[in-house]
Nanobody, 120 residues
Framework: QVQLVESGGGLVQPGGSLRLSCAAS????????MGWYRQAPGKEREMVAG???????NYADSVKGRFTISRDNAKNTVHLQMNSLKPEDTAVYYC??????????????WGQGTQVTVSS
């Protein structure tokens, strides 16, 4: 019913920038929050950035000041602008939404993941 499609990943040099996008579609009654997570090889998945329906944002300490999360409510889309990228940012990035598909049904949904590689 609810689908997330991610785009924008790729290969970039250290210090470079990428912009990730995630578009949600399907039976969406209300989106409560959207966020980005990442998982590097051999490491646990971690939250990178989140944004609530009210516009409040939160970032992992490792990306604070370099990454910016934003949303387009009309398009059910969330973005992650990543600047000053470092090799340790290399990971598969996953979009997540906390959404109601009806007034009584609330679930979490995941995108397919997009690879970000930071290397010279």
């Amino acid at each position: 019913q609810v689908q997330l499609v991610e785009s924008g990943g790729g290969l970039v040099q250290p210090g470079g920038s990428l912009r990730l996008s995630c578009a949600a579609s399907g039976s969406i009654f209300r989106i409560n929050a959207m966020g980005w997570y990442r998982q590097a090889p051999g490491k646990e998945r971690e939250m990178v950035a989140g944004i609530t329906s009210g516009g409040s944002t939160n970032y992992a300490d490792s990306v604070k000041g370099r990454f910016t999360i934003s949303r387009d409510n009309a398009k059910n889309t969330v973005h992650l602008q990543m600047n000053s990228l470092k090799p340790e940012d290399t990971a598969v990035y996953y979009c997540n939404i906390d959404a109601n598909s009806s007034i009584l049904r609330r679930d979490s949904y995941w995108g397919q993941g997009t690879q970000v590689t930071v290397s010279s």
